[in-house]
Each structure stands twice: as structure tokens, then as C-alpha cells.
């Protein structure tokens, strides 16, 4: 039970925490392009080339130029700070999953005056579809009086929903010809580029920057989200060590186990040796014991996590229920619900430990039961 309650819980754990990060990732990368492309004067000032020559690669998927700076959002009762987003509508949809992530109206209703707002701000702040609402630049002109910051008012032709409550929280789109003239800026920032596999984008991306020779940087999603994936790397490895413990607690129990049913049988294995059985026959009875339970223990667990794994959702629900909590708050979390994925690699790897601290378990109380003495045993215990 102890070995298998160890397994049960490791693959049940790092399956969540596997779903966690793909849930994290697809949420991300529906929002964030997987390369950003940029030259060190702060802008390209030749969109057009650097999306056309970044098509010419085979693993590009698409391309689209975008503006990214801070504003102050102004709605008829309240006010925010947030990252507004400068797009060309069509490419955009090919490079970011844009259209899926619109709750209310459509990206093709998105003209110079039109905005796309966030779901939690356009709820923080009492507004929707059809209102009119102010961007506040930080860019503005110079006065003998001081700054003068510049704005524009948008028409609110788009709610949208990532999933994620940073994002949706903080961020707007409009097209890069209104960010541009709100900006006060000249060029886009860069070019958004997305890529056929997400894990051979930083080669991709050293491909296309040689195109362009020296000037250019260019940022992969990993670069752009690297202490976040890093911490579940680590938060998984900590979490793969620490319950790994519930079995070698379990592999100490099998320890004594055997330790006892060698004290309790010291008659019978003198008697076995004394009719010829050999040493290296009584090792193989107590160790094929041992291996036994950890064997069953093993194959139990197994069931047992991945039975939980792929029904957790309706035990997730009946705990909701039984107790009237909220597992997964999506104020506080990044994700509303508890996915799951199995990795075959890291499932094998736990049977393969399971069965291996089984294993080494077993040495010791069958190598103490192989070095009995019949006559010494006989004589004492006869």
C-alpha cells in the first residue's frame, strides 16, 4: 500500500503539473508570438522587407509587424494604466490566435478608431461594446507650459478573453496606424513571427537573424518567459524528489518485512540447507518475495494514478462540492481549471524507480537470510 500510494501520487502530481505548464503555454503563446524580431535603434524602419524575407523560411508560419508601449485608459468613470498594443488586423490573426480569443464583436469590425479591451478590464472598469474610451500617451508635445500628452478616443469593437487574468487584465489592441499616431512614433517596434515548432524556434530565430545581418536581436518565447518556465521546472524536479520519499519509506517497510519473516523463519531455511538447498537459492526465495509486493505495490499505483489522472476533473468537482471551496481561483491563479496531462517518459521513470528501490530492499534481508547457519540454528533453536 505504501509503495503504491508513492506511485499514485507522483503520477497524479507531476500529470497536473504537467497540465499546468502546456495550459500556461498554449494561454501564452495564443497571446505572445514565439520570436520577436528588433534592431537595437528601437524600431524597424522597414516592416514590409523583414516580413517578406522572414516568410522565406520554410518553418515561418507567419509574420506581422506590431507597436507594444504603456498608456492611461480613461472611461467614463474610472481610469487605468495599461499595454496597448499596435496590430495590422490581418496579419496579426496569423501569427497570434487573435480571432479566438475575442468573447464579443469581431477583430474585422477593428478599424483606426476601433479597440480591442481586455475581458477583467472591461469588467474592473463598467465598460462594453460601444463605448467610447480614451488612450492618454505618454509621448506628447513640447510647450512653453510643459508636456502636453497626447490622446486618442476608441470605440470599444472587441472584448477578449486569454484565459489568463495578467493578460486580460491589463492589455488593449488597436491597429498600428492609430498606435503609431498615438505614439507619436514613426516605425513599428518590431516584427512578430510564428513558427511551425515551438521548441526549434531558437534556431529558427538565429536563421533569420543571419539574414539580416549584425543590428537585429531577436527574442524566442522561452527568452520572453524564462523565470516562468524555469520555476515549474524546478517546482516539478523538487516535487518529483520529495514524493519519491513515499516510496522509499515504503521500500523500508518491505526492508523490515522481510527482516521479521527471516527471524521467524530461521528453522525452515536450516532445514532447506540442511537438505541442500544452496545459498544462492534461499536469496533468490526472499528476494523474489520482496519483489513481489514491490512489483504489486508498483502496478497498483499505476492504476490507481492514472485512473485518478484521467477523472480528476469530477473529483475536483465532488471536493467543490463536498466542502464548497473554489479549487482554482482564477483572481489568483493563472489558469480556471486543473488540467492534466500524462507524460509517458516521466511515468516510466517512476515505475522504473519504484521497482528499483524494491529491489535494493530486498538485498539486505535476503542476503542475512542466505548466511544462516543450519547447525548453528538447529543447536539454539532445535
Keep these: 500500500m505504501g509503495i503504491a500510494l508513492g506511485v499514485m501520487a507522483l503520477i497524479v502530481v507531476l500529470s497536473v503539473m504537467n497540465g499546468f505548464e502546456q495550459d500556461?503555454?498554449?494561454?501564452?503563446?495564443?497571446?505572445?508570438?514565439h520570436i520577436v524580431l528588433s534592431n537595437y535603434q528601437g524600431g524597424i524602419d522597414?516592416?514590409?522587407?523583414?516580413?517578406?524575407?522572414?516568410?522565406d523560411d520554410p518553418d515561418v508560419l507567419g509574420a506581422t509587424p506590431f507597436i507594444l508601449s504603456q498608456g492611461l485608459l480613461s472611461g467614463t468613470n474610472s481610469i487605468s494604466g495599461t499595454i496597448v498594443r499596435g496590430i495590422d488586423p490581418i496579419s496579426a490573426s496569423k501569427v497570434i490566435r487573435l480571432k479566438e480569443i475575442i468573447t464579443q464583436g469581431s477583430l474585422d469590425d477593428l478599424g483606426d478608431t476601433g479597440i480591442l479591451v481586455g475581458s477583467e478590464l472591461a469588467m474592473n472598469m463598467g465598460i462594453s461594446i460601444g463605448d467610447a474610451i480614451k488612450i492618454i500617451s505618454p509621448a506628447g508635445t513640447i510647450t512653453p507650459l510643459g508636456m502636453i500628452p497626447k490622446s486618442s478616443t476608441f470605440i470599444i469593437e472587441g472584448i477578449f478573453?486569454?484565459?489568463?487574468?495578467?493578460?486580460?487584465?491589463?492589455?488593449?489592441?488597436?491597429?498600428l496606424d492609430a498606435a503609431m499616431k498615438l505614439f507619436m512614433k514613426d516605425m513599428p517596434s518590431g516584427v512578430e513571427i510564428k513558427v511551425a515548432d515551438i521548441y526549434n524556434a531558437e534556431a529558427i530565430a538565429k536563421r533569420i537573424l543571419d539574414k539580416f545581418g549584425p543590428g537585429y536581436w531577436a527574442k524566442t518565447w522561452k527568452d520572453m518567459n524564462r523565470s516562468l518556465f524555469s520555476a515549474l521546472k524546478l517546482e516539478k524536479t523538487i516535487m518529483f524528489i520529495i514524493l519519491?520519499?513515499?516510496?522509499?519509506?515504503?521500500?523500508?517497510?518491505?526492508?523490515s518485512t522481510l527482516i521479521m519473516l527471516v527471524m521467524e523463519k530461521r528453522k525452515d531455511i536450516a532445514i532447506l540447507k540442511s537438505m541442500g538447498a544452496s545459498t544462492r537459492q534461499i536469496l533468490g526465495v526472499f528476494m523474489s518475495l520482496g519483489m513481489v509486493i514491490g512489483l504489486s505495490g508498483t502496478i497498483?499505483?499505476?492504476?490507481?494514478?492514472?485512473?485518478?489522472?484521467?477523472?480528476l476533473d469530477a473529483?475536483?468537482?465532488f471536493v467543490e462540492y463536498l466542502f464548497g471551496i473554489e479549487v482554482m481561483p482564477k483572481d489568483v491563479y493563472y489558469i480556471t481549471g486543473l488540467p492534466t496531462q500524462v507524460d509517458p517518459v516521466e511515468v516510466s521513470l517512476i515505475t522504473i524507480s519504484s521497482i528499483c528501490l524494491s529491489f535494493f530492499a530486498t538485498i539486505y534481508p535476503a542476503f542475512q537470510a542466505s548466511r544462516q547457519d543450519p547447525v548453528e540454528v538447529m543447536r539454539y533453536d532445535g
Design 24 to 33: 500556461i503555454k498554449t494561454k501564452i503563446l495564443g497571446t505572445q508570438s
Design 46 to 55: 522597414d516592416p514590409d522587407r523583414i516580413v517578406r524575407e522572414s516568410m
Design 161 to 175: 478573453s486569454t484565459g489568463m487574468y495578467e493578460y486580460d487584465s491589463n492589455m488593449v489592441y488597436v491597429t
Design 244 to 255: 519519491l520519499f513515499i516510496i522509499l519509506v515504503a521500500a523500508f517497510s518491505i526492508i
Design 300 to 311: 497498483v499505483g499505476l492504476i490507481l494514478g492514472l485512473e485518478l489522472t484521467f477523472n
Design 315 to 317: 473529483v475536483v468537482g
